[in-house]
């Protein structure tokens, strides 16, 4: 290899790796080059922009994926979800950075979205194909399984890569196995887990009305956010949004990450504190689980501007979420969290909660994003509170 390609190789290989580690903080072509050992003006001799570096990124990405997509099966058997668990967590132990960087880029770059979809199709998984908004029972069910399994891979794949990074190794077959047993049982209740009578009772806990005095530092976060990523998010941008000068922002917060984290404390404490009210007026672990879904989906409903936000976080390490997260308000009763739950990780009542909460999030935000009928909302909570509870088998 030439000393040319050899430092190209050293750029993509130094970019990949910066998104290993969760960070709010922006990837700069002049953290690049000072990790590669180079200037940043040498950057330009491989590339002619960071737009076009991160071309290439996404160009590997896909490449390296289509590798094994054939090993991700569309039948719901054990063996297929064993496979999918088991491929999914080996080519993520091979490639630490990937899954960093599908998390950041997945809101932002729909060529990466659209060139997973086409590297799934090719292998036969055409999630494309399915109309999210056809009225067949069995169509609807389907997509929201898919969504359910790679969410809950994402989830618990980044847990586990956080906690081996504070706490050391974890056994990694254990978690594989946990895993696979999650996916498939859930926490192996029978159906139905409750009855419908109990079902309407719990629906009146879970109105949610939210009323806050002054959304405007917020609201203008979550447009920026939507349009640009969090990396993305500047003072100027969030100043426009607003409509103030950039002075004015400063007289509020010290900095752009100052916002950033003053802005989503309060609403992570906000949400959490109407989570709680609303799951202690449920009686059983059962109840609470589903008090908690249904009442996190009609939150969102109340303020939609935030959902994207909320699937962020969810799947952000822990580095970023101590920042946001107050161990106090985090701490969800324990009641919630179900004996039968164990993925092989410590920490178990907050990687329920974070699981349930983020499965939530990602499911109203495809609706939101999509534009998918209520319909199909409503059968994304009833699907999702069955599959925690029974798996999907």
Same mark, same amino acid.
């Given at each position: 290899m030439s000393k040319d390609c050899n430092t190209k190789e050293k750029i993509i290989q @130094?970019?990949?790796?910066?998104?290993?580690?969760?960070?709010?903080?922006?990837? /700069?072509?002049?953290?690049?080059?000072?990790?590669?050992? *180079?200037?940043?003006?040498? *950057?330009f001799r491989h590339f002619k922009n960071k737009e076009e570096l991160f071309d290439t990124l996404r160009e590997r990405f896909l490449?390296?994926?289509?590798?094994? =997509?054939?090993?991700? #099966?569309?039948?719901?058997?054990?063996? =297929?979800?064993?496979? @999918?668990?088991?491929?999914?967590?080996?080519?993520?132990?091979?490639?630490p950075a990937y899954i960093g960087y599908f998390v950041k880029m997945r809101f932002t770059d729909q060529k990466l979205i659209k060139g997973l979809a086409e590297v799934l199709k090719k292998s036969g998984l055409d999630i494309s194909s399915i109309p999210m908004n056809n009225s067949e029972p069995k169509n609807r069910k389907l997509n929201i399984l898919q969504i359910y399994v790679a969410s809950t891979l994402f989830y618990f794949y980044i847990s586990y890569r956080c906690c081996c990074m504070c706490e050391g190794k974890t056994d990694i077959e254990y978690f594989k196995k946990r895993l696979t047993s999650i996916l498939t049982h859930g926490m192996g209740r029978k159906m139905p887990v409750l009855s419908k009578e109990k079902q309407k009772e719990l629906d009146e806990y879970c109105s949610v009305e939210v009323d806050i005095q002054d959304e405007?530092?917020?609201?203008?976060?979550? /447009?920026?956010?939507?349009?640009?990523?969090?990396?993305?998010? @500047?003072?100027?941008?969030?100043?426009? =949004? *607003?409509?103030?000068?950039?002075? /004015?922002?400063?007289?509020?917060?010290?900095?752009?990450?100052?916002?950033i984290k003053q802005l989503l404390t309060r609403e992570i404490h906000l949400f959490l504190a109407e989570m709680v009210e609303r799951v202690l007026m449920a009686e059983t672990t059962d109840e609470m689980i589903y008090t908690f879904i249904h009442s996190e989906a009609n939150y969102f409903s109340t303020r939609p501007n935030v959902v994207m936000l909320h699937g962020w976080l969810a799947h952000q390490g822990e580095a970023v979420k101590k920042e946001i997260y107050d161990e106090v308000m985090f701490?969800?009763?324990?009641?919630?969290?179900?004996?039968?739950?164990?993925?092989?990780? /410590?920490?178990?009542?907050?990687?329920?909660?974070?699981?349930?909460? &983020?499965?939530? &999030? +990602?499911? +109203?935000? @495809? =609706?939101? #994003?999509?534009?998918?009928?209520e319909q199909w909302q409503q059968t994304c909570l009833e699907k999702t509170f069955e599959y925690i509870e029974c798996g999907v088998i």
């Amino acid at each position: 290899m030439s000393k040319d390609c050899n430092t190209k190789e050293k750029i993509i290989q @130094t970019a990949f790796s910066l998104f290993e580690k969760p960070r709010l903080k922006e990837i /700069s072509l002049s953290e690049i080059a000072a990790n590669v050992g *180079i200037s940043k003006t040498a *950057i330009f001799r491989h590339f002619k922009n960071k737009e076009e570096l991160f071309d290439t990124l996404r160009e590997r990405f896909l490449e390296d994926f289509s590798k094994i =997509a054939h090993h991700f #099966k569309s039948e719901v058997t054990e063996s =297929a979800i064993e496979e @999918t668990v088991c491929t999914f967590v080996d080519f993520s132990e091979e490639h630490p950075a990937y899954i960093g960087y599908f998390v950041k880029m997945r809101f932002t770059d729909q060529k990466l979205i659209k060139g997973l979809a086409e590297v799934l199709k090719k292998s036969g998984l055409d999630i494309s194909s399915i109309p999210m908004n056809n009225s067949e029972p069995k169509n609807r069910k389907l997509n929201i399984l898919q969504i359910y399994v790679a969410s809950t891979l994402f989830y618990f794949y980044i847990s586990y890569r956080c906690c081996c990074m504070c706490e050391g190794k974890t056994d990694i077959e254990y978690f594989k196995k946990r895993l696979t047993s999650i996916l498939t049982h859930g926490m192996g209740r029978k159906m139905p887990v409750l009855s419908k009578e109990k079902q309407k009772e719990l629906d009146e806990y879970c109105s949610v009305e939210v009323d806050i005095q002054d959304e405007r530092f917020f609201s203008a976060l979550a /447009s920026v956010f939507q349009e640009c990523g969090m990396e993305g998010v @500047t003072v100027e941008k969030l100043a426009d =949004a *607003i409509g103030l000068a950039k002075s /004015s922002l400063y007289s509020s917060f010290t900095s752009k990450f100052d916002m950033i984290k003053q802005l989503l404390t309060r609403e992570i404490h906000l949400f959490l504190a109407e989570m709680v009210e609303r799951v202690l007026m449920a009686e059983t672990t059962d109840e609470m689980i589903y008090t908690f879904i249904h009442s996190e989906a009609n939150y969102f409903s109340t303020r939609p501007n935030v959902v994207m936000l909320h699937g962020w976080l969810a799947h952000q390490g822990e580095a970023v979420k101590k920042e946001i997260y107050d161990e106090v308000m985090f701490g969800l009763p324990k009641l919630l969290i179900p004996e039968e739950f164990d993925i092989g990780l /410590s920490r178990k009542s907050d990687c329920f909660v974070g699981w349930i909460s &983020a499965l939530t &999030a +990602i499911l +109203i935000m @495809t =609706a939101k #994003k999509n534009g998918y009928s209520e319909q199909w909302q409503q059968t994304c909570l009833e699907k999702t509170f069955e599959y925690i509870e029974c798996g999907v088998i």
